[in-house]
């Protein structure tokens, strides 16, 4: 069973300017993450979709990060303009239901 | 706000040895109670969950005791290895979203 797919791994930015993670979940989820994980700390949701709809956007700093999931499939995370607090590993997951969640291997943002 | 404390923050243990990380909570609406175990550069794997219905739940070295009065549980691994060696999170979940709070972690070493 293939896993969930993150791109890109690791990306270096600087303060003020935009960027966009891609997140492909295990074929057949329907409920989709997105989890922020700062060094040191455990992750924190920012948003949750099921199917292309969201239930959960209450953590997102929705002046600067927006996500769309298209089709219910594939989903997006940008950040726009980041910040330097921003720098953490941005991890999505996926789950058939409300358990079992897996996760992607991430994206590293190091904002300079 | 956190929703759940967890400790310690690292634990180093010979190999053979027993691993024991603790987690507490406060808020008895979660019923889902998962450890999840974090290698560098990987994403959070379900390691083994537990529903409050139960007090202890084994999984080959991997054992979750659970408290339920005292909103307390916990991890033990049993003759600890040094492929161990990771970074375990508990969580709390069972909301009719499916989203998991998360705790800070515990870094594990395991010495041969």
């Known amino acids: 069973e293939a896993g969930v797919a993150q791109s890109p791994r690791y990306k270096i930015i600087e303060k003020r300017q935009s960027v966009a993670f891609w997140c492909n979940p295990i074929?057949?989820?329907?409920?989709l993450y997105w989890y922020q994980q700062i060094l040191g700390q455990g992750p924190k949701l920012l948003i949750q979709?099921?199917?292309?709809?969201?239930?959960?956007d209450s953590q997102l700093p929705k002046d600067r990060f927006s996500a769309e999931r298209l089709k219910g499939v594939d989903s997006t995370l940008k950040i726009q303009p980041a910040k330097l607090e921003d720098s953490a590993v941005y991890l999505c997951a996926s789950s058939l239901g409300r358990e079992r969640a897996f996760f992607g291997q991430g994206t590293r943002l190091t904002v300079v | 706000q956190q929703q759940v404390k967890q400790s310690p923050q690292s634990l180093i243990v010979q190999k053979g040895g027993i691993s024991i990380i603790n987690c507490a909570y406060e808020n008895t609406a979660f019923d889902y109670f998962p450890w999840y175990q974090q290698f560098p550069g990987k994403g959070p794997a379900l390691l083994i969950a537990?529903?409050?219905?139960?007090s202890e739940k084994k999984e080959g070295r991997f054992t979750i005791s659970f408290n339920k009065s005292a909103k307390q549980f916990s991890l033990h691994i049993m003759d600890s290895q040094p492929g161990d060696s990771a970074t375990y999170f508990c969580a709390l979940g069972g909301s009719t979203l499916g989203r998991l709070y998360f705790g800070r972690g515990t870094q594990l070493t395991v010495w041969p």
């Open positions: 074929s057949g989820h329907a409920t």
């Open positions: 537990i529903r409050p219905d139960v």
């Open positions: 979709f099921q199917n292309n709809g969201v239930v959960d």
